[in-house]
């Protein structure tokens, strides 16, 4: 949608080929399964929204969904410990994904200028090697096929894109593709929050530590709109996901810490367990190509897919949605299409390194990636990685950086500046946490006041 909301700023008409029939509001649809799990929008990708559809934040807020503050909104056992609710430097909105979805569509379809085209799907490119002309369709209804002609042709199909066998069929060499797959699988179940714990009770995050050589685990509480808790508890591979309802409890309680299982032990389940295994890390280098067509272009999950626990995919989509508007503000002229194409590669390249180098620290990671700083270089950044990770979560200048890098807010390279080793040097540490630090006002209001408070200042 955003992609298609900043091809009407710049283009005369926009037809969206969509294989569902989109809804009239925030309801589930089957060709988005993955709406059933948890989603963040981090605020780096909030900004770009911001700035594309402004008032969107507002009218999420006014529908339930909520701002949370890092770290202060949050309660995280890293990989490293548990850390200290520093003061918010960045935000994320939470809610469910079929509302984020609604609000975005219903404001940008109400332009007028964006035409749908329900129960359609795209089934291969027209034109050839030099140029792409449009695409051929098929109704899922009755089967009629039928060609789109355009002048700009956007991929957006997400992780099903059939994009490398389309210009294959072109006559093109087939594009180079980096797959980081940990076999990242996740389960989730929607509960009735307690009364007021949406609003006043912090998310929760449980997180594997990759240096134990078993497969990770990780579980995750986050507020909903109308009073619900969205619970995803995921693994990466051999970590026996539970997929029956009877099985979600006792794996959360398998967690490093049994805060999730806590919450939700009496909390009123609302739907059953759904489960997904659709979780690798995948990247495509169209831009590596030495004749890509004008005429087409590949955003969003299409290019670069990410493990969807680090929460970058909208992000990241909503970042080439800017680069595109900002290509677009003057005429591509012959070859320009690759150009544009090398600037969108350029804005995925930090979500894609930030979810595929930590994946392959897991056990039983299968890395299919040429990319250098995801081979040969490892040794050296794993180290680095460490270092941070366990300053990050105990000196409030470390961690304003990593959740600005984080948060897509701050490019990666920052890690690396001359500023960031300084803080690294003189960095003030806290005690370390020995528990989750929650205040005794929350420990009541989800009644589990027998855990105790732990006091971070």
């Known amino acids: 949608m955003l992609a298609a909301h900043v091809l009407a700023r710049h283009l005369e008409t926009v037809t969206v080929v969509e294989r569902d ?10 060709g988005l399964p993955q709406a059933r799990h948890v989603h963040v929008l981090w605020s780096g990708g909030a900004r770009v929204v911001e700035d594309l559809l ?12 909520r701002r949370i503050g890092f770290h202060e909104d949050l309660v995280t056992l890293t990989s490293h410990g548990w850390q200290h609710r520093f003061p918010p430097r960045q935000f994320a909105i939470m809610c469910g994904r079929p509302l984020l979805d609604f609000v975005v569509r219903d404001r940008i379809l109400a332009g007028g200028r964006i035409t749908v085209r329900g129960r359609t799907e795209a089934v291969e490119l027209a034109g050839d090697a030099g140029r792409v002309t449009g695409v051929r369709v098929r109704g899922l209804e009755d089967g009629t096929r ?12 997400g992780r099903g894109s059939r994009l490398r066998h389309w210009l294959t069929a072109l006559g093109l060499p087939p594009v180079e593709e980096d797959v980081v797959d940990a076999g990242i699988a996740y389960a989730t179940r929607t509960f009735r929050a307690p009364e007021g714990a949406t609003a006043g009770f912090p998310a929760v ?24 808790w969205m619970v995803t508890l995921s693994c990466t591979r051999g970590g026996e996901l539970p997929t029956r309802d009877e099985d979600f409890l006792p794996y959360a309680r398998s967690l490093r810490d049994p805060l999730v299982a806590d919450l939700i032990a009496d909390a009123e389940p609302l739907t059953p367990v759904f489960a997904s295994h659709i979780g ?5 280098y169209p831009e590596r190509l030495e004749g890509w067509p004008d005429g087409l272009l590949v955003v969003g999950d299409s290019l670069a897919a990410f493990n969807p626990i680090y929460g970058h995919g909208m992000s990241s989509a909503a970042r080439t949605a800017a680069v595109l508007d900002e290509r677009l503000a003057r005429p591509l002229e012959p070859g320009g299409a690759r150009r544009v194409q090398a600037a969108i590669g350029a ?24 990319d250098p700083r995801l081979t040969g270089e490892r040794a050296a950044l794993h180290g680095f990685a460490d270092l941070v990770a366990s300053m990050a979560i105990r000196s409030p200048e470390v961690s304003d950086v990593v959740t600005d890098v984080m948060s897509m807010s701050t490019p ?46």
């Open 205 to 228: 995050n449980v997180a594997a530590d990759h240096r134990v050589r078993v497969p990770g685990r990780f579980g995750v509480v986050y507020p909903q709109e109308n009073g619900r």
């Open 21 to 30: 029939v989109l809804p009239d509001g925030p309801e589930q649809r089957k």
């Open 412 to 457: 990666q390279s920052e890690l690396g500046s001359t500023r960031f080793m300084s803080l690294m040097q003189r960095g003030r540490l806290r005690p370390e946490l020995t528990a989750p630090p929650l205040r005794p006002d929350e420990l009541a209001l989800v009644r589990l006041d027998r855990r105790g408070a732990v006091s971070a200042p």
């Open 54 to 65: 402004p008032g969107t934040a507002d009218r999420l807020l006014a529908a339930g969904a």
């Open 347 to 370: 804005v995925v390249d930090d979500p894609w390194i930030m979810a595929a180098s930590k994946d392959i620290d897991f056990v039983g990671c299968r890395n299919r990636a040429g």
């Open 280 to 284: 690798a890390n995948r990247r495509l």
């Open 146 to 157: 039928e060609l789109l002609e355009a002048d700009l042709v956007v991929d957006a199909t």
